[in-house]
C-alpha cells in the first residue's frame, strides 16, 4: 500500500491506522505471490480465502457487539481490507469479497441457531459462501425473482434458475432468494441457506468475464431446505437483499480505489523511467495533466468511499444515498484512472498480462456488479428527491 496518508483523515482512529498498516504488511508477504492471478477456476481464491481465515482476518468482516450496543459490522475495516488487497491482487479482493457477501445476510438476520451453524465454518475457512440474487430475467429489479418455494412440513421446496453467482460451482453455502409461492411483489420474497452441496444443485455453465471472478448459471430442482434454514422472516428477503448490497457498495468503491491507486503508481514509475523527446515523459505538461487528475480522482473516491464507512460506524443514520454515491464515483474514476494510465503505457499498456492492461479488465465489470452505475444514479437521484 503505497500511500496511507488519507488514513490521517477524520474518519480513521489510531486503530484504524494500525490495523491497515498491519494488514497490508501481510497482504504483502503472504499475497504477493498472486498479484494479478486470473484465477478463473476459483482455486486461487479458495486458498487465499483460507489463507485469510487462518490467519485470522474474517473476524473484522462479522458484527461485533459490546455491551449496551447495537452489534454493528466495522465498514471502516472491511473498506480497507478491500483497498488494501486490491491493490496488490484482485484476486485477493474476490477471496475476500465474495464470500462476506454471501455470509452478510446470515451475519445479520439469521436466527441463533442458524449463526452459531454457520458462522464459526466460515471464520475458520471451511464454508466459502455466496449470494444467489441475480436471475435471467432478474438482474437490476431483484423484485422480478422467479425461482419458487413451497412449504412441506418441516421444510421448503424450491426450484428456480439462478445466474452470475459468485464462486458458482465452489461454494459450500448459497444464501438464495426465492418468490414464497402465491406471494406477489418485493413482500413475497424470502432469503434461505442451502447447502452447496446438495445433489438438487446443478451447475449449467461457468461464464467467461473479463475479471477474475467465478461466475456461473444454476439450477435448483425440488431443493429441500429445512425450515430453520430461513433467513430473517418470510416476506423479509427483498428487504435483506436491499441491505446487505447496501452495505456492500462502499467497499466495492473502496475494491476499485485500490485498483486506482495500484494504477496510479505503475503510471508514475513508468512516466520517469520511460523517456521521449530527451527526458522523462513526466516531464511533459500532458502527462503532468494526466497524473493531476489520477490524484484528484483517488481523493475525491477515498473521500466518499469513508464518509459512508464512518457514517455507518459512528452514525445511526442509513447510508443509502452515501452507498449509491461511493460505488458510483469509485468505479466510474477508477476505470477512468486506468485508462489514463494504460495511454501513459502507451503500446505497453495493451500487451496482455502487463499490470495495467489486467487493471483495465478486472475494473470494468465493477461498473455493473452489485448494482449497475446506472441504478446508483437513481437511488442517488431519488434520495435527493425526496429530501427537497
Not at 498491519?22 to 499475497?31: F, G, I, K, T, Y
Not at 475494491?255 to 520511460?274: I, Q
Not at 515523459?281 to 493531476?292: C, G, N, P, T
Request: hydrophobic share 45%; proline share 3%.
Amino acid at each position: 500500500m503505497d500511500d496511507l496518508s488519507h488514513l490521517s483523515w477524520p474518519f480513521f482512529d489510531s486503530s484504524c491506522l494500525e490495523f491497515a498498516r498491519s494488514l497490508d504488511r501481510w497482504v504483502r508477504a503472504e499475497l504477493g505471490s498472486f498479484e494479478f492471478d486470473e484465477g478463473g477456476d476459483g482455486k486461487a481464491a479458495r486458498k487465499i480465502f483460507e489463507r485469510f481465515a487462518a490467519a485470522g482476518w474474517l473476524q473484522n468482516t462479522l458484527p461485533t457487539q459490546t455491551p449496551g450496543e447495537q452489534s454493528k459490522i466495522s465498514l471502516r475495516r472491511v473498506s480497507l481490507m478491500r483497498e488494501i488487497s486490491a491493490f496488490s491482487s484482485a484476486i485477493a479482493d474476490v477471496a475476500l469479497s465474495e464470500p462476506w457477501l454471501g455470509i452478510l445476510p446470515i451475519a445479520l438476520y439469521g436466527s441463533l441457531r442458524l449463526r452459531d451453524e454457520l458462522l464459526p465454518d466460515y471464520l475458520a475457512g471451511r464454508l466459502l459462501p455466496a449470494f444467489a440474487l441475480s436471475e435471467p430475467d432478474a438482474g437490476s429489479d431483484a423484485a422480478a425473482i422467479a425461482t419458487a418455494a413451497h412449504r412441506d412440513g418441516d421444510h421448503y421446496v424450491i426450484n428456480g434458475r439462478k445466474t452470475w453467482t459468485s464462486n458458482c460451482g465452489l461454494a459450500d453455502l448459497y444464501v438464495v432468494f426465492a418468490r414464497i409461492e402465491g406471494q406477489a411483489g418485493a413482500g413475497g420474497i424470502a432469503a434461505f441457506a442451502i447447502d452447496g452441496h446438495d445433489g438438487s444443485i446443478e451447475l449449467e455453465e461457468r461464464l467467461a468475464v473479463l475479471p477474475p471472478h467465478t461466475v456461473g448459471t444454476w439450477t435448483l430442482t425440488d431443493c429441500r431446505v429445512p425450515s430453520h434454514r430461513l433467513i430473517g422472516e418470510l416476506g423479509q428477503g427483498f428487504k435483506i437483499a436491499l441491505h446487505v448490497l447496501e452495505l456492500f457498495r462502499p467497499t466495492v468503491g473502496a475494491a476499485t480505489l485500490g485498483f486506482a491507486r495500484r494504477a496510479m503508481s505503475e503510471a508514475v514509475e513508468r512516466s520517469v523511467t520511460r523517456h521521449a523527446f530527451k527526458k522523462p515523459i513526466s516531464e511533459h505538461q500532458l502527462v503532468q495533466a494526466k497524473l493531476a487528475d489520477m490524484v484528484v480522482g483517488v481523493d475525491a473516491a477515498a473521500l466518499l468511499v469513508y464518509r459512508a464507512a464512518w457514517q455507518h460506524d459512528a452514525t445511526e443514520r442509513g447510508i443509502s444515498r452515501e452507498a449509491a454515491i461511493a460505488k458510483l464515483y469509485s468505479t466510474e474514476t477508477a476505470f477512468d484512472i486506468i485508462d489514463q494510465a494504460v495511454q501513459i503505457f502507451g503500446g505497453l499498456g495493451v500487451v496482455r498480462g502487463t499490470t495495467v492492461e489486467r487493471l483495465f479488465r478486472h475494473s470494468r465489470a465493477f461498473r455493473i456488479f452489485d448494482g449497475t452505475s446506472e441504478i446508483q444514479q437513481l437511488i442517488t437521484a431519488r434520495n435527493f428527491l425526496q429530501q427537497r
